[in-house]
């Protein structure tokens, strides 16, 4: 249910968001950006479901709420939140919820702008997401952003990748972008 102080956009596909004080439309995903995203998605999925701690899922709209700027919505393409944060939603604020979750993740598409992937990931970060993830396909890189202001940079060479808030959360890099070479002829 919106707020008073609250920019509601349309639901349009793909999704439209709301950064940088603008209405911007996810671009619609390559080939490879949904091979990645799907990559991610097991990873956080298989990592939730194992001690059932949450649910991490693909485009799921969030209400972001920041001090001085208005509740807007914003979709990461996958993104991990914990049963605790979501039970403590109210059920009518579960669907898109206004709590962020711990864990966000991007996949750069071609047509991403460097600005908005960066208004995109301060707003997550201010919001109280715990762990912001930028994938490049094209480059074959992850960047981890944390709460706490550290950075990390991995490539493909990178075998598996753990941040230290989520220790029992392994990033298989490497197995991730080679999922990128099945058209190699």
Known sequence: MPTVNEIVLPATKPETEWIGGQAVQKTMPTTDHSIIQKAFLDVLGRWADADNRGLAGAEWRFRV????????????????????????????????????????????????????????????????????????????TVEFFDADGGYDKVDDRAAIYTHPTFSDLHFPVQAIFAKLDIFKD
């Open 65 to 140: 709420s920041r001090p001085n700027i208005p509740v807007h919505p914003l979709v990461p393409d996958v993104a991990y939140m914990s049963f605790a944060r979501l039970r403590s939603l109210p059920a009518a604020d579960r669907q898109t919820p206004t709590l962020p979750p711990e864990i966000v993740v991007e996949v750069l598409s071609p047509d991403d702008k460097p600005k908005n992937v960066k208004s995109k990931r301060e707003d997550f970060l201010a919001w109280g997401v715990t762990l912001d993830v930028i994938a490049n396909p094209q480059t074959r």
